[in-house]
């Protein structure tokens, strides 16, 4: 009978935050994901010994993580965090205030009322810190200190460690005993990391693979003109070719792996994905005996869409007598635990995800073959928008896999021995993200820090190889092109250009700009004036405005005239993406408003056509003071209908409701049918959904508010 062969591979990565000049660490995140996803990812697979998974561990990472543990990371967000908070000076509340309320709202904060209640008051006073300050006492701003590290603690030690579940259970007025216990904890759990890793994988319990050491876009370096293969007609700058930088990178990642977790890896997931005929024949060199990309890459390979029949089996490249088995990710599969189970019950994602697999493992075995299912997405970032970060959902689902004699979870490598592998004799030059790398180039700004980071480059040699460099030491030298090879990593690129935001844009863009000054400095040169000056722009960010009139539009899903919606709020949403890349926005703008009697809402969504959204579910939810009512539209070529409405409240009678869709949606709901006053306020939200899974929300945290019967101007 065939079998499926189920493939989990999690790559963990974070930049390099640390300034090699100064020795602090930029941004605290590695430290934040080590509190958390990097050992209880790995630590969770105990509960499972039936579940053996691949985890991709990107050195730069590690190497940041041996810090933390050994307590030698200069991490100024730790500092501060632990200082007592009668001690701060003014600044350092500042820096407080601004840095620790990152994290997740609705999973991550509201989790912990006290966190919640803080953050509440930062919303509402975050433009006047000093006065904030006052607000929050030394109690507010201790119990933040606490609690946004706290937040961020795996579900593991929550559960099972006395002291850190005392801590969460004492909720509010922390102590400077408190705090020290939070660095104690942070320092330990740190120093569980490698060994972890290091312990399951001599057991055979995991495979670890490895990224090329600062993640670099490996087609790029070896020869940025590459872009232009996927990405025809794209703008590019100067051509940068380094495959020498390449080769050190992908080299210096296998030797680190050697010497700190025990073994010599076999596998490689390339940064992002990101493979060509250049990268896979100096990884075959360097004894790489597999590499995985996305089945977008594997469909542009074959010229023809990958399907479930060409996804779920091994491949071999060979070219000029080198050889790589290649894997190629479910990029759907993977997406729906990425960007899609976080808004589900976890159960329910559970089983779902378990059912896709054995449906798509069903195809492969009409065609009389065993089944490879591969799974690989980011490890770390998608759990903080899960309830307890994931936990649930993943131990649902690994129970669920045990128990079905039909799935083996299994290794690449374990995988790569059990399956045959059909040949392909060239790869397409992309990454996971749209079988291209316009992500990273082709931008403006993108280019601006290629050109950048060439001139750098193109320094660095000229300075080694000419006279003066017989006056810098070997340290000065190794120093320049450390730096160099920092800025060749892809996390730079990922925040310019308009395809993702982060609050830390500015750092990430300082950071970048402060490597390749310190690559100059160390070979004894000024630092071009040009790095003094940010490459990112100010970018666009969500827009909300209030209602400022009374509307009454028709209810036809057309655009009948400018003037009906008049008056009404707007909302567009913010289509940049953070640190996990998901598809294409779908709605537009949201538009709202009342008549006083009715409520009306508007949908403008990305469609090519009238009727392009058919097969959608959009689903409305209001709140008033004492009812929540959600009403599910079915959007079709031919309009829109009212599937259901389900609500809790008090009201005695059905609201009734209008709807159309064709070049947008429109709806209108008597407000009196949902125990909604023209004088209260009236909260809304607005979701997409196909097949019964969440595609898109807006606003994606929270609530659109206002009142009815009060437009803004008129208060």
Same mark, same amino acid.
């Given at each position: ?214 993640? !670099? ?14 990405? !025809? ?313 209030? !209602? ?168």
């Amino acid at each position: 009978m065939a079998h499926t062969y189920l493939v989990f591979v999690w790559h963990m990565h974070q930049p390099f935050y640390k300034d090699l000049a100064t020795g602090e660490y930029q941004l605290p995140w590695t430290r934040m994901h080590a509190l958390k996803d990097y050992y209880g990812m790995a630590a969770i697979l105990d509960e499972f010994p039936k579940i053996r998974q691949t985890f991709n561990l990107v050195p730069s990472m590690l190497v940041q993580i041996e810090e933390y543990a050994e307590g030698r990371a200069a991490d100024p967000f730790l500092r501060l965090a632990l200082k007592p908070a009668e001690e701060l000076t003014g600044p350092e509340t500042e820096f407080i205030l601004k840095y620790f309320f990152q994290a997740n709202p609705g999973r991550v904060i509201q989790r912990y009322p006290r966190y919640h209640e803080l953050y509440e008051q930062w919303r509402a006073h975050h433009t006047d810190p000093a006065g904030l300050a006052r607000r929050l006492g030394v109690a507010g701003l201790r119990d933040l200190q606490v609690l946004s590290q706290l937040a961020w603690f795996d579900e593991i030690f929550l559960e099972t460690d006395p002291e850190v579940r005392a801590l969460a259970a004492k909720g509010r007025n922390y102590t400077r005993e408190d705090q020290l216990l939070i660095g104690r904890k942070e320092q330990q759990i740190c120093g569980l990391v490698i060994p972890t890793y290091r312990r399951l994988a001599q057991a055979g319990r995991i495979e670890l693979s490895v990224t090329p050491f600062y993640h !670099p876009i490996l087609p790029l370096l070896c020869d940025s003109n590459i872009a232009s293969v996927s990405q !025809p007609g794209a703008p590019l700058p100067r051509r940068f070719r380094y495959p020498q930088d390449a080769r050190v990178q992908m080299e210096s990642a296998l030797d680190y792996a050697r010497e700190k977790l025990g073994i010599r890896p076999a596998g490689m997931w390339p940064s992002e994905g990101s493979v060509s005929d250049e990268v896979l024949a100096l990884a075959a060199e360097l004894g790489v005996e597999w590499m995985a990309t996305d089945n977008g890459v594997l469909g542009a390979t074959l010229g023809r869409l990958a399907g479930v029949s060409e996804t779920c089996r091994p491949y071999v490249w060979r070219q000029e007598g080198r050889e790589m088995k290649m894997i190629f990710r479910d990029h759907f599969l993977s997406d729906l635990i990425g960007f899609v189970y976080s808004r589900m019950d976890a159960s329910a994602a559970a089983h779902h995800f378990l059912d896709r697999i054995r449906e798509n493992a069903r195809i492969v075995h009409r065609e009389g073959r065993d089944a490879l299912i591969p799974v690989i997405l980011d490890g770390e970032n998608a759990w903080e928008y899960y309830e307890r970060s994931g936990r649930p959902f993943l131990r649902t689902l690994y129970q669920l896999i045990s128990q079905d004699p039909g799935i083996s979870a299994v290794t690449v490598s374990e995988a790569l021995r059990k399956l045959p592998a059909a040949d392909i004799p060239r790869i397409h030059p992309g990454s996971w993200i749209n079988a291209n790398f316009e992500v990273w180039i082709g931008h403006e700004e993108d280019n601006t820090a290629w050109e950048y980071l060439l001139e750098a480059r193109e320094t660095y040699d000229r300075v080694t190889q000419g006279p003066e460099g017989a006056s810098l030491t070997e340290a000065e030298k190794q120093l320049a092109y450390q730096e160099l090879l920092i800025a060749e990593g892809s996390d730079w690129c990922w925040w310019y250009g308009p395809h993702h935001h982060t609050e830390n844009r500015a750092e990430f863009d300082q950071l970048f700009r402060s490597h390749l000054a310190q690559c100059y400095r160390a070979l004894g040169k000024t630092p071009p004036a040009a790095l003094s000056r940010p490459i990112a722009h100010v970018a666009a960010e969500a827009f909300s405005q209030a !209602p400022c009139g009374l509307i009454e539009p028709s209810v036809d899903g057309e655009v009948s005239s400018y003037f009906e919606w008049l008056g009404a709020g707007v909302y567009r949403p913010d289509h940049r993406q953070g640190a996990m890349h998901g598809r294409a926005a779908l709605l537009r703008e949201l538009r709202f408003g009342s008549d006083g009697v009715r409520l009306f809402v508007r949908a403008d969504m990305e469609q090519s056509s009238p009727g392009a959204m058919a097969g959608l579910e959009l689903r409305l939810t209001v709140r008033a003071s004492n009812a929540e009512t959600e009403f599910r539209f079915t959007l079709a070529r031919d309009g829109a209908h009212l599937s259901s409405m389900s609500g809790r409240g008090t009201r005695h009678a059905l609201p009734h409701v209008a709807c159309a869709y064709s070049r947008i949606f429109e709806c209108s709901v008597d407000l009196a049918g949902i125990d909604a006053s023209a004088s209260a306020p009236l909260q809304i939200q607005v979701s997409l959904w196909r097949e019964g899974l969440p595609l898109e929300a807006a606003p994606p945290h929270g609530w659109l508010e206002f009142t009815p019967g009060e437009p803004a101007e008129w208060e």
